[in-house]
C-alpha cells in the first residue's frame, strides 16, 4: 500500500493548488490527478447531480489503487463527502473540515471570514463546520460570495488593477466586520495570496489545501503508509493527469497553479464509472 | 510520552517565528520555549561556544521530559545539530535538512538561493546540505549575507520603503542568477515574505520552520506520540516561555512573530546547566 499513489479529484483544474500543497508537504509520493473538466463547474448543480458525479471520480480513484483520496473540490466537499466515504475502500479527505480547525486555532478575536463561490458560500459548509467545531464558544463566521475571483484567476490576471479594485470591493465588509482570518473556501482562491494580504494586511489566510495536506501526512504516518523517502532528491513529482476534456487554456493554467509544466493528459470518460 | 511538551530553543526570540509554524500544523501541542536572550546572537561566537551553549539548552529541554527537541536556531543547526543529538534521549529536528529538501523538491531550473546571517552563510551549512542531497545532480546555490534583515526585522519596519531598498540590494545577485527558489536560512526572514515575493514574483520561499513543523508531524506520527485532539477547538496554544533575560523589545517582538501577546516568560539561568 505505501507505494500507492494518492488520487486527487475535482471538478477542474483548480484542485492543482491543492495538489501542489501535498507536493510541498509530500514530495516523494506518487500522485494521480483526475479534473473532470468536461462538466465543471458543479456549483449551480443539483446536490444528487454532485453526487453522482462524486461517485464516479471516487470509483476512477479506487480503480487506479489509491491509497487517500482528496476532495479538492470544495463544492463536492460541502455536499457530497459522505457519499465519497461510503463509497471508499480508503480514508479520504475533504476541504472543510481542515480548514475549518485551523481558522478556529487562527483566529485571535474570533472573527472568521470565509470566501468561496457564490454555491460554497450559499451551501454554509464551512460555516456550519466552524460553529460545530467550536461548540460553545462564540465565534462570528462571516462569508462573502467572490464570483469573479475564478474567471479573473484563470485568466492569468494576479496583479491587475481591476483585480485589486475587484478584491477591495469584495473584502470590504470583511474588513469592516474586522476579521483576523481568512478561509479560502475556493481551489483557486490561495493564487490571489499576496493581493488578499497586500489588502489586509496581518490577515490569517487559511488554505485548505494546506491544512488538508498537513492532515494526510499525519493520517499516513499514523497508518505507517508514507511512501518511503528515496536517496534521490532531485526529480520532479510524479503525477499523472487525467481530465475529461482538454480546456484550450489547460497548459497555461496548470503552470500557472503547479509552478511547472505539465505533460499531456489522458482523457477518461467519467460515464463509464456511472455503474 | 504523547502528553509531554515539545521543546523549541533559539539563540533569542526570533525561533518564535518556527514555533508559529509548529502551532499551524500541531496547534493541539504544548510548547516549552527557551530564549537564550542574554547570549543572543551566537553567530560571531566560536564552534565550541555555541555547542556549549547548546548542551545547556538540551539539558534544560530534557528536564523539562519534552518528547521532541526543536533547534529553531540556524547557528547551532549549522555547528551543533551533532553534540544536541548525542546528548538527547528524545528525537531533534534542526532547521538545515527539512529546508535544504523542500528546497530541491521545488526547484525547477536547479537554481537555489540562501540567504541568512553572515555566520549561516560563512558556515555553508545549507550549501553543504543541499549538495550533500542532491548528489550527482547538478545543482547551482547563490548565498548571499543579509545582515541588515534582523536589526531592521526587530524594528519592525517590514513595509519602510528603506527596507524594500535593502531587499533590492540584498538580492540583485541572486535575480541575476535567475534563482527560482530562495531558502529563508535564518528565524526572522518569514517576516519579510511578502516583500521578498512582491520583488521577486513567482518564487519559491522555503520557509525552514515550516518544513520542520512538518516533519516533527511524521515523525510524532509514525511514533504514536502525537497528542490526541481534543474536542474543545477554541483556546490558545499552550506555551510556556523561559528566556534568559528579557529585552526591553520583547512583547513587540514576540507578538510581531507570533500574531498574538504573550505571557511574561520565566528568566531562566542556563549556565545552572552547564555540567
Same mark, same amino acid.
Given at each position: 500500500?505505501?507505494?500507492?499513489? +494518492?488520487?486527487?479529484?475535482?471538478?477542474?483544474?483548480?484542485?492543482?493548488?491543492?495538489?501542489?500543497?501535498?507536493?510541498?508537504?509530500?514530495?516523494?509520493?506518487?500522485?494521480? *490527478?483526475?479534473?473532470?473538466?468536461?462538466?465543471?463547474? *458543479?456549483?449551480?448543480?443539483? #446536490?444528487?447531480?454532485?453526487?453522482?458525479?462524486?461517485?464516479?471520480?471516487?470509483?476512477?480513484?479506487?480503480?487506479?489503487? &489509491?491509497?487517500?483520496? &482528496?476532495?479538492?473540490?470544495?463544492?463536492?466537499?460541502?455536499?457530497?463527502?459522505?457519499?465519497?466515504?461510503?463509497?471508499?475502500?480508503?480514508?479520504?479527505?475533504?476541504?472543510? *473540515?481542515?480548514?475549518?480547525?485551523?481558522?478556529?486555532?487562527?483566529?485571535?478575536?474570533?472573527?472568521?471570514?470565509?470566501?468561496?463561490?457564490?454555491?460554497?458560500?450559499?451551501?454554509?459548509?464551512?460555516?456550519?463546520?466552524?460553529?460545530?467545531?467550536?461548540?460553545?464558544?462564540? +465565534?462570528?463566521?462571516?462569508?462573502?460570495?467572490?464570483?469573479?475571483?475564478?474567471?479573473?484567476?484563470?485568466?492569468?490576471?494576479?496583479?491587475?488593477?481591476?483585480?485589486?479594485?475587484?478584491?477591495?470591493?469584495?473584502?470590504?465588509?470583511?474588513?469592516?466586520?474586522?476579521?483576523?482570518?481568512?478561509?479560502?473556501?475556493?481551489?483557486?482562491? #490561495?493564487?490571489?495570496?499576496?493581493?488578499?494580504?497586500?489588502?489586509?494586511?496581518? +490577515?490569517?489566510?487559511?488554505?485548505?489545501?494546506?491544512?488538508?495536506?498537513?492532515?494526510?501526512?499525519?493520517?499516513?504516518?499514523?497508518?505507517?503508509?508514507?511512501?518511503?523517502?528515496?536517496?534521490?532528491?532531485?526529480?520532479?513529482?510524479?503525477?499523472?493527469?487525467? &481530465?475529461?476534456?482538454?480546456?484550450?487554456?489547460? *497548459?497555461?493554467?496548470?503552470?500557472?497553479?503547479?509552478?511547472?509544466?505539465?505533460?499531456? #493528459?489522458?482523457?477518461?470518460?467519467?460515464?463509464?464509472?456511472?455503474?
Amino acid at each position: 500500500m505505501k507505494n500507492n499513489p +494518492i488520487g486527487v479529484f475535482d471538478s477542474g483544474i483548480g484542485g492543482l493548488s491543492v495538489l501542489k500543497q501535498f507536493i510541498r508537504f509530500l514530495p516523494f509520493e506518487r500522485y494521480i *490527478y483526475l479534473g473532470d473538466t468536461a462538466r465543471v463547474p *458543479y456549483g449551480n448543480r443539483s #446536490p444528487e447531480t454532485v453526487k453522482r458525479y462524486a461517485m464516479e471520480s471516487t470509483k476512477f480513484m479506487l480503480e487506479h489503487d &489509491v491509497k487517500l483520496i &482528496v476532495v479538492a473540490c470544495n463544492t463536492v466537499s460541502s455536499v457530497a463527502l459522505d457519499v465519497v466515504r461510503e463509497l471508499s475502500t480508503v480514508p479520504v479527505i475533504g476541504m472543510i *473540515y481542515p480548514a475549518a480547525v485551523a481558522a478556529l486555532r487562527a483566529t485571535v478575536n474570533k472573527t472568521i471570514g470565509v470566501i468561496g463561490t457564490r454555491a460554497t458560500i450559499n451551501s454554509n459548509a464551512y460555516t456550519d463546520e466552524i460553529k460545530k467545531l467550536s461548540d460553545g464558544d462564540k +465565534i462570528k463566521v462571516i462569508s462573502q460570495a467572490c464570483p469573479l475571483f475564478v474567471p479573473i484567476i484563470e485568466e492569468g490576471w494576479l496583479e491587475h488593477p481591476a483585480t485589486r479594485l475587484i478584491s477591495e470591493e469584495y473584502l470590504a465588509s470583511l474588513k469592516e466586520e474586522k476579521i483576523d482570518t481568512l478561509v479560502l473556501g475556493c481551489t483557486h482562491y #490561495p493564487l490571489l495570496k499576496q493581493l488578499l494580504t497586500e489588502i489586509m494586511p496581518g +490577515i490569517s489566510l487559511i488554505d485548505s489545501g494546506e491544512h488538508a495536506a498537513v492532515m494526510a501526512v499525519r493520517m499516513l504516518a499514523e497508518k505507517e503508509n508514507l511512501i518511503e523517502e528515496k536517496d534521490v532528491y532531485v526529480q520532479k513529482p510524479q503525477i499523472e493527469f487525467f &481530465v475529461s476534456d482538454v480546456p484550450s487554456t489547460f *497548459y497555461d493554467v496548470a503552470q500557472r497553479f503547479l509552478g511547472f509544466g505539465v505533460e499531456s #493528459p489522458s482523457i477518461v470518460n467519467l460515464n463509464d464509472y456511472s455503474k
